[in-house]
């Protein structure tokens, strides 16, 4: 999925099929050939859907309206270097 463009310009549609959950993480795993995120990264999260991604990054940041809440790190250690489930990770953020 890319952003799709007329010309030089981005029209502001998506070229291919758009991606949530889980499959956000894995297109961010091809494009940046990685199995774990950068160290530092950080997301945005406006919807239930982008909690994978919100998992995967070191820190995340909840959006709604014109709030943004932060959110604490997941301490992978606990977690054998794997994510928590979707329950867990809304416990943490």
Same mark, same amino acid.
């Given at each position: 999925m890319r952003v799709?463009?007329?010309? =030089?310009?981005?029209s502001g549609r998506l070229d291919?099929?758009?991606c949530k959950r889980a499959k956000? /993480?894995? /297109?961010?795993?091809?494009?940046? !050939?990685?199995?774990k995120p950068p160290?530092?990264?950080i997301?945005?999260?406006d919807s239930r859907s982008d909690l994978?991604?919100?998992?995967?990054v070191d820190?995340?940041?909840?959006? *709604?309206?014109s709030c943004v809440a932060g959110c604490r =790190?997941? !301490?992978? *250690? *606990? *977690?054998?270097?794997r994510n928590p489930s979707t329950q867990d990770a809304d416990a943490v953020a």
């Open positions: 799709a463009s007329e010309g =030089s310009q981005c291919g099929a758009n956000k /993480v894995e /297109v961010m795993r091809r494009l940046l !050939d990685a199995v160290e530092g990264s997301a945005y999260r994978p991604l919100r998992c995967w820190r995340g940041y909840l959006v *709604t309206g =790190s997941i !301490d992978r *250690t *606990t *977690t054998g270097g």
